[in-house]
């Protein structure tokens, strides 16, 4: 294992870099670790996808192309079993290729060549979403008809049923939540999930609405909980819903 350990962060589950070139993971690999986050490197997707499962980093930066398994298969394998953060690293600038990363449930997305500054920010970004800032104490549990959120802990439930939500859904659903009624535009939610002026396409909110949709919703097809504004963006409903 690489890495430097700092006094706040000494217990932290490392960062694992799945990145087949070794002189950008080493990159990346020396910028996290004068940032203060302890790491582990793979080279290939088989062995990365062996260190995300057995190792349970707290975020995995996951390159598209790999030898072995690919970063897509890898992202599919941990979306099936874990909610572990996932920002991905590519060649490729398409937005179809960020917006297919984004729906198998990456959170965030860089495209080579970039600034391992940058890339830096965006980790502290995610971890911040995943919840690694303090809630104050006794904040507000939120419910509506049988969804549940609670800010201290981070948990959202369907009639008493945990419900399992990547970073980025669960901010978005605290973001509307915590507002019933009020419509919220594209550009708000993407500021709440990209707080550094991040350049992302509108569609990624949409992305990560239908996804968290098929999650809470009794029919994402009609939705009751996060509902769509037109010409706008999405609000969450401030009518009352019965269980």
Not at 60 to 65: A, H, P, S
Not at 159 to 179: I, R
Request: hydrophobic content about 40%.
């Amino acid at each position: 294992m690489h890495g430097v350990k700092v006094p706040d962060m000494a217990d932290a589950a490392p960062i694992l870099i799945i990145e087949d070139d070794r002189n950008i993971a080493d990159l990346v690999r020396r910028y996290l670790n004068r940032s203060g986050y302890d790491t582990l490197v793979a080279h290939d997707g088989n062995e990365g996808l062996w260190l995300a499962t057995s190792r349970g980093p707290r975020l995995v930066i996951l390159d598209v192309m790999l030898p072995g398994i690919d970063g897509w298969e890898i992202c599919r394998a941990l979306r099936r079993e874990s909610n572990v953060p996932i920002l991905m690293l590519t060649a490729r600038a398409e937005e179809m290729d960020r917006v297919v990363g984004l729906s198998m449930g990456a959170d965030d997305y860089v495209v080579k060549p970039f600034s391992p500054r940058e890339l830096t920010e965006r980790v502290k970004a995610i971890l911040r979403r995943t919840g690694e800032q303090t809630v104050p104490a006794g904040s507000k549990i939120l419910r509506h008809g049988a969804l549940t959120l609670d800010p201290e802990k981070r948990t959202v439930a369907m009639d008493g049923t945990a419900v399992a939500l990547t970073p980025s859904e669960y901010t978005l659903l605290f973001t509307l939540m915590k507002s019933p009624g009020r419509a919220y535009s594209r550009s708000d939610l993407l500021g709440s999930l990209y707080e550094h002026g991040e350049s992302v396409v509108d569609r990624v909110v949409d992305v990560h609405i239908g996804k968290l949709r098929r999650k809470i919703e009794p029919d994402a097809s009609q939705p009751r909980y996060v509902e769509t504004v037109h010409g706008i963006g999405y609000r969450f409903a401030d009518r009352k819903i019965g269980r």
